[in-house]
């Protein structure tokens, strides 16, 4: 009878043991899985393949590898909004704490971005903004005044001021294109441009080919142009291609917005003489610091919040949430050797 006691005694003592390890393995495993779980964001650029929104890509990783942060770059292969909004429900499904996205359409990817946001995602919106209830901050190119101002002067100075001049916009619905053009339509109603008239506004789709087709339709139905302005990183080097194929690049004046890479040669010939852009490397970067402010709380899109965006330092928020990256980089056949991106 003793021995069967002290049995069962044994067993209890056995049973507790072993119940005290699975509870110490479980409660030191809790904190592993947490510390095993990285903030996710997802950027999203209006479509991939091409160098401005790979640059992008670097410096949001660049970003988020200073920030501990996991950033995955993805996006359509085309220019379209209805695309993009498989990324931002593949996000929300993927448990992802951030969307940051460049629109192809402000109002299309707005249901799809809400959603996000009612499941407790923050949402940026860079270079090309979204409907302001569906984000929280806009980072935004420099200020849109400097830049639609800028490529009407930029061109402007190289036709002395006088001629027919067109357009090669990316999207109809793309909203940095849309408001760049209105300030070019206001800044050529200026004495000083008023010998310049706009003849005609195309669009190449941010596509090459459609770009190119659409430069050869200028060509055709305006055989007095003197100049394009191509505010699109796809357009510009487009532009520059059948120019120089025409022979036009010393009669038609051309400029607007691309990498330096992407322009390097035919700037060089002279095609493209004046266009700019932005660092697109400290475009994905600054996007991604904004994101995990927005994610920490210490920006909710008021004016005047600010924030230390690593090696770009300090960066305000202004009106409606946007906060601009700074002013734009003019790039000529004299400089454009010194920037590589």
């Known amino acids: 009878m003793r021995s069967r006691k002290l049995t069962v005694v044994i067993g209890v003592v056995v049973l507790a043991a072993v119940a005290a390890v699975l509870v110490a393995?479980?409660?030191?495993?809790?904190?592993?899985?947490?510390s095993a779980e990285s903030t996710k964001f997802f950027l999203i650029p209006k479509f991939i393949g091409i160098p401005v929104f790979t640059l992008n890509g670097v410096g949001a990783k660049a970003a988020g590898k200073?920030?501990?942060?996991?950033?995955?770059?993805?996006?359509?292969?085309?220019?379209?909004?209805?695309?993009?909004?498989?990324?931002?429900?593949?996000?929300?499904?993927?448990?992802?704490?951030?969307?940051?996205i460049s629109a192809n359409d402000p109002n299309a990817?707005?249901?799809?971005?809400?959603?996000?946001?009612?499941?407790?995602?923050?949402?940026?919106?860079y270079d090309a903004d979204v409907a302001k209830d569906a984000r929280t901050v806009y980072v935004s190119p420099p200020d849109t005044q400097s830049i639609g101002s800028g490529q009407v002067e930029w061109v402007g100075s190289q036709i002395g001021y006088k001629g027919e001049i067109a357009i090669l916009s990316a999207t109809t619905t793309a909203a940095n294109q849309n408001a760049w053009i209105a300030v070019m339509k206001s800044t050529l109603k200026k004495a000083k441009y008023k010998n310049m008239k706009l003849v005609k506004i195309a669009y190449g789709n941010d596509n090459d080919t459609k770009s190119a087709v659409e430069?050869?339709?200028?060509?055709?139905?305006?055989?007095?142009?003197?100049?394009i302005?191509?505010?699109?990183?796809?357009?510009?080097?487009?532009?520059a291609r059948v120019l120089q194929q025409a022979g036009k690049c010393k009669t038609i004046a051309l400029t607007g917005l691309a990498t330096p890479n992407s322009m390097r040669a035919y700037t060089k010939k002279g095609c493209g003489k004046k266009f700019?852009?932005?660092?697109?490397v400290d475009?994905?970067?600054?996007?991604?610091?904004?994101?995990?402010?927005?994610m920490d709380g210490k920006l909710t899109g008021?004016?005047?919040?600010?924030?230390?965006?690593?090696?770009?330092?300090?960066?305000?928020?202004?009106?409606d949430g946007v906060m601009p990256m700074g002013p734009p980089l003019v790039f000529t056949p004299q400089n454009i050797d010194k920037y590589r991106f």
Request: glycine share 12%; no cysteine.
């Open 66 to 100: 200073q920030l501990g942060i996991s950033v995955t770059y993805n996006g359509p292969t085309e220019a379209s909004a209805a695309k993009q909004v498989p990324f931002i429900d593949t996000a929300v499904r993927q448990g992802y704490n951030g969307i940051i």
């Open 276 to 280: 700019g852009l932005w660092n697109e």
């Open 283 to 294: 475009f994905g970067y600054l996007a991604v610091y904004v994101a995990k402010a927005v």
């Open 302 to 319: 008021a004016a005047g919040q600010s924030i230390t965006a690593g090696r770009l330092g300090k960066r305000t928020v202004g009106k």
């Open 25 to 34: 393995s479980v409660g030191s495993a809790a904190p592993q899985r947490r």
């Open 109 to 125: 990817v707005a249901p799809a971005l809400r959603r996000a946001k009612a499941r407790g995602l923050k949402v940026v919106s």
């Open 215 to 227: 430069t050869q339709a200028l060509l055709q139905a305006y055989p007095n142009l003197k100049g």
């Open 229 to 239: 302005i191509a505010p699109t990183s796809v357009g510009l080097p487009a532009a």
